[in-house]
């Protein structure tokens, strides 16, 4: 069980859960964005790492695995503030330690896995090739997704119990698609397992919910995967990604060839992400209004509104924020204004233009780009259970 440092919600004067989180996610991306500049800026890869596409590979590959171990060292502390310290604490340390030593490595490895398969494609194809190479690491992560997310922690299956079975009724799933598991995070909300929304991951603690609330959960993700919204958050993602990785390179002049250029394409790749950081919230939310409003259409609006409140206090509970701050740093809006929003009845549904998740997919998929900012933002800092599937609406 978890139970935060900071009060939850936000009281005069008091630093509430929500805003401590925030501040510690900022702390770790800054530090995050800072040594990528200080990397580029003071030329450190090249003067550090093999410059030569001659080096021995198996040399230039123990030289990343290096760096790569001493990347997640380097953010263990905001981890530990984040996952057992002062922002959440856990009665269990040990266990928490196991938990991020299982998760780490899992990252380690697939960024050693994608630097194998950038550097070797590098030297034999050359630079173009790589573009190709990347969007293939980008697909096997969101092909895979699910199972990632079981690898990274512990998330135990079990039957759905007969309000799954109702729910699933109610939103028109099939029970056959639901995977229940039991997350040692209670902010995991689960998502389709895929590229392709076939499994859907829904989180074991949601079967305390009311049927018709759960049903309206159920059928959000219903309606993100009838209306393309889902995939097209996924393509979003790697379109995103992907245009950064073409930038940096031409940017650096340099190709993931040698150790020197996959250090540098990593720090570049990380202020590209920092920027999708700033950027993508914004059509992020969207989406969330838009799927607010064709559940409404579906499961009702009283079931609708409690499965927003219910949730959002299962999370940040936080429900106002500052305009600025919900603009810059929130892809799910306020319990607030989504409230708000559907007084207006202003959405109009699911569109073409949707791409529910983006911001998130985005971090999670720019895995294969090496960057460190995914598991250091303020949502999921420190909370293995949620780096591959970061909280949602």
């Not at 009060?7 to 510690?24: C, D, F, Q």
């Not at 196991?98 to 194809?125: D, I, K, S």
């Not at 639901?178 to 895929?194: I, Q």
Request: net charge positive; aromatic share 10%.
């Amino acid at each position: 069980m978890t139970s935060p440092s900071f009060p939850r919600g936000a009281g005069p004067g008091r630093l509430s859960y929500a805003r401590a989180r925030l501040s510690l996610g900022i702390s770790g991306v800054g530090t995050a964005v800072l040594a990528a500049v200080c990397l580029l800026a003071f030329d450190i890869p090249t003067a550090g790492f093999s410059v030569s596409a001659e080096y021995s590979l198996g040399r230039s590959l123990f030289a990343l695995g290096i760096f790569f171990a001493m990347v997640a060292a380097l953010f263990f502390l905001f981890d530990l503030m984040g996952g057992a310290w002062v922002v959440r604490r856990k009665g269990h340390a040990q266990y928490w330690l196991f938990r991020w030593l299982r998760g780490a490595a899992l990252q380690w490895l697939v960024w050693m896995l994608a630097a194998v398969a950038l550097m070797v494609t590098a030297r034999t194809v050359g630079g173009l090739a790589t573009v190709a190479v990347f969007v293939v690491v980008q697909l096997l992560l969101a092909a895979f997704r699910g199972r990632m997310a079981r690898l990274v922690a512990p998330l135990t299956p079990h039957p759905p119990s007969a309000t799954f079975v109702q729910a699933a009724e109610l939103a028109g799933l099939r029970v056959e698609q639901l995977r229940v598991v039991d997350s040692p995070d209670e902010g995991f909300v689960g998502g389709w397992s895929s590229l392709w929304p076939r499994t859907l991951l829904v989180p074991m603690r949601w079967g305390t919910l009311p049927v018709r609330v759960l049903a309206a959960q159920l059928a959000r993700r219903k309606a993100v995967a009838d209306s393309g919204a889902h995939l097209r958050g996924v393509l979003g993602a790697l379109l995103w990604n992907t245009i950064g990785f073409v930038v940096v390179q031409q940017v650096t002049g340099t190709t993931p060839a040698t150790a020197a250029g996959v250090v540098t394409l990593m720090a570049g790749m990380t202020l590209w992400a920092f920027a999708g950081v700033l950027l993508l919230p914004t059509p992020s939310r969207a989406a969330v209004y838009a799927t607010d409003d064709a559940v409404r259409r579906t499961q009702g609006d009283a079931a609708l509104r409690t499965s927003i409140e219910l949730l959002d206090k299962w999370q940040d509970d936080e429900p106002t924020r500052t305009p600025n701050v919900e603009r810059i740093f929130h892809p799910v809006p306020a319990r607030s204004n989504r409230l708000a929003r559907l007084d207006q009845d202003a959405a109009g549904g699911l569109r073409l233009w949707h791409a529910h998740n983006l911001a998130r997919q985005a971090l999670w998929m720019s895995w294969g780009a090496l960057t460190p900012i995914s598991r250091v933002v303020h949502c999921n800092v420190g909370r293995t259970a949620l780096w591959v599937m970061l909280p949602g609406d």
